[in-house]
């Protein structure tokens, strides 16, 4: 049997996130002209650092990441037309991973290599600064070999370096409208391009450095950047999203960009608790043990990254490149900036029922498209902090109706922290009961309200309940919107203050980084209707039970619950 596969689309890199936590370039491979691929890694690994004490040649300072990223730019060939296949590249990687300083020599080893007599080739900067930045770098590297002082002819105050045999020269240029005066660049090079969203006039600009392309002599357009320290708009944004695209093999058969992305998918630059864990830090950071030190990257986000919300948004978007609209929303729950930290993944249901004196269940029903949300909460007999631990249940057609989260849905289910059931009442609420009477058999439960829940859509669950022998005391309706805005406020707090802890469950990850706020008088709420199909069933449950522990219960305490632990000591 001849099993036929499809070939991706040029460019395409399905298994990117897979190569990041594997150490690896996140991009395609991509063909090379042998030769000019040696060549160029020949010139580019003699340059030196101007900078750095010791003056370091590339060959030894830059990362192996790097060099993949300029030989497919510089060396790229179809091996059946023999035609360059990258005439675009756009690389996002992180601050002080030596942007700057590789974009010029790449650039020099670009203009070494050029054989089009008499060409311009440009390099970009969004400021003086940066433009200056980049000048200096190249200068200066050429300033430390004679051979490249031959080579190259350097004039300062046009910032203009000239290859002697060809003519070919580079001019390093601050952005502005006027750029661009006729000529077609055979190759650009553009620094922070992020900036240029900023700026107005900046696609028409690019258009004509595109021009360039179809010309018999083509015009390559190199893009490096970080991620803007603002919600993405203009030619940054349609630049990122092409680059995305075609990354994900959506962008046609035959794309011409290259793209080179280091950043977490966008379902984990959500999940504030995943990126806030500095262990992941170094999957976006190439240049780790370089021109970054771990030590010192943590320390700057202690002191600097971490002092308010508006500072960490801007420092998560430029060291770890979180696009700001996904990362931090302006709307989102203030909780969400403290989950992370209260996070002990030790903790079990087991232990909370063992350590607490008294514990609360909080519900949050939906219907088929939404999840059934069941959180356990318990007041820890000594520390008097709070214990949460959550489980959910959706029905299999969920994966159907809300087929935007079906990928995070199936991953819940393999985490098992998420059920999948065919019939609600009958799969989902027998559990529900036994969980309730674990903790009723352990002496756990209140006198009374220790089982809160949205009255909406929970009538299964009650009559449950009661046939379970559990009293209608027993169970409290839970008043939803402005009237949960004493938990939705309070949770913060003792999140913050260590008064409050959880299992590092991911599906609370998930739901506390889909949890949208809204003003409504004096109040703040969470809804489902705010937060859109996202779903937050089971942080809505927490607040239920929230709710519930604020009212100071004491548990009863029964006979037989000592047997109870011994029952689950044996167990274990």
Not at 196 to 221: D, P
Not at 282 to 306: F, H, K, W
Request: hydrophobic share 45%; glycine share 8%; proline share 4%.
């Amino acid at each position: 049997m001849v099993i036929v596969t499809e070939a991706l689309p040029r460019f395409a890199c399905p298994d990117w996130w897979a190569k990041l936590k594997a150490g690896e370039t996140p991009m395609a491979d991509v063909p090379l002209n042998a030769d000019k691929a040696a060549k160029a890694l020949a010139f580019f690994n003699r340059l030196r650092l101007p900078d750095v004490p010791g003056n370091p040649t590339m060959r030894e300072a830059c990362g192996d990441w790097f060099k993949e990223v300029l030989v497919a730019f510089l060396a790229s060939e179809d091996p059946e037309t023999l035609e360059r296949t990258v005439w675009e590249c756009l690389c996002m990687v992180p601050k002080k991973n030596s942007k700057s300083t590789y974009t010029a020599a790449l650039a020099l080893t670009a203009l070494y290599l050029c054989e089009v007599p008499n060409g311009q080739m440009l390099l970009i900067g969004p400021s003086q600064n940066i433009s200056a930045r980049c000048f200096a770098q190249a200068q200066g590297m050429i300033r430390l070999d004679a051979d490249l002082k031959r080579i190259f002819s350097v004039q300062d105050h046009t910032k203009t370096i000239t290859r002697v045999k060809t003519g070919t020269h580079l001019d390093v240029k601050t952005f502005d409208t006027s750029i661009i005066t006729g000529e077609i660049p055979v190759a650009t090079f553009i620094d922070e391009l992020h900036e240029l969203g900023k700026k107005a006039g900046a696609i028409q600009v690019m258009q004509q450095i595109r021009g360039g392309g179809i010309t018999m002599n083509g015009g390559q357009l190199m893009m490096i950047t970080t991620q803007s320290d603002k919600r993405p708009a203009g030619i940054w944004k349609s630049e990122l999203q092409k680059a995305r695209a075609v990354r994900d093999g959506k962008a046609g058969l035959a794309p011409i960009m290259l793209p080179v992305l280091y950043e977490f998918p966008e379902k984990l630059q959500k999940m504030e608790a995943f990126w806030r864990k500095r262990e992941n830090w170094g999957l976006l950071l190439p240049n780790l043990g370089r021109s970054i030190n771990r030590q010192r990257l943590e320390d700057d986000y202690t002191n600097n990254g971490s002092i308010s919300p508006e500072a960490e948004q801007v420092w998560v978007s430029q060291h770890l490149n979180i696009e700001i609209g996904l990362g931090l929303h302006d709307d989102r729950w203030v909780g969400a900036d403290y989950w992370g930290k209260a996070a002990r993944e030790v903790l079990t249901l087991d232990e909370i029922i063992r350590t607490s004196e008294v514990c609360v269940v909080g519900i949050d029903g939906g219907g088929l498209d939404d999840l059934l949300g069941l959180c356990v909460m318990g007041r820890h007999a000594e520390t008097k902090a709070w214990q949460v631990w959550v489980k959910a249940w959706a029905d299999r057609d969920v994966l159907a109706l809300r087929k935007s989260i079906a990928t995070e849905l199936e991953e819940l289910v393999a985490a098992g922290e998420l059920e999948l059931v065919d019939n609600i009442e009958a799969e989902a609420n027998p559990e529900i009961v036994d969980i309730c009477s674990r903790l009723k058999l352990a002496g756990r439960m209140p006198e009374q309200d220790g089982i809160g829940m949205d009255p909406e859509g929970v009538g299964s669950i009650i009559d449950a309940l009661t046939e379970a022998s559990f009293r209608i005391e027993d169970i409290r309706p839970v008043s939803q919107g402005y009237k949960l805005n004493a938990a939705i406020k309070m949770a913060p707090v003792k999140l913050k203050n260590g008064s409050m802890i959880h299992c590092g469950q991911r599906i609370m990850d998930w739901c506390v980084g889909n949890a949208k706020t809204e003003a409504r008088g004096n109040a703040v709420i969470v809804t489902k209707a705010v937060s859109g199909s996202a779903k937050i069933d089971p942080l809505m449950a927490m607040f239920n039970a929230v709710m519930l522990m604020s009212w100071n219960p004491i548990a009863t305490g029964v006979a037989g619950s000592d047997d109870y632990f011994a029952a689950l000591e044996a167990s274990s």
